[in-house]
């Protein structure tokens, strides 16, 4: 039986930086889709910032389902195991 790793994926205050800066970018964008004043190649950079943050949000999204995903498995392995383990105990000792 392997051991679990520790759980990996997205660790609460990095999640919530992200979400942050995410929202932070989502905003500018807004504001300054109103802006003419903004340069183009500014807002082309926050599209690309905007993008880059979301893809960084779904990758570690993903990483974090399948670390539940596996320690969901490894948990219930080790249930199985020990039910096994009772119900074997349980027999040596109504045989004595």
């Not at 930086?17 to 807002?43: E, F, G, H, W």
């Not at 979301?54 to 995903?69: G, W």
């Amino acid at each position: 039986m392997r051991k679990p790793k520790t759980m990996q994926g997205i660790e609460p205050k990095f999640h919530s930086s992200l979400t942050d800066r995410m929202d932070y970018y989502r905003v500018l964008l807004k504001k300054n889709a109103v802006d003419s004043d903004i340069q183009p190649s500014d807002m082309i950079s926050r599209i690309s910032e905007l993008g880059k943050l979301y893809e960084d949000y779904l990758a570690n999204k993903k990483q974090l389902e399948k670390s539940i995903k596996n320690y969901r498995q490894y948990h219930n392995d080790l249930r199985k195991q020990l039910t096994l383990r009772v119900r074997e105990l349980r027999r040596k000792t109504r045989q004595k």
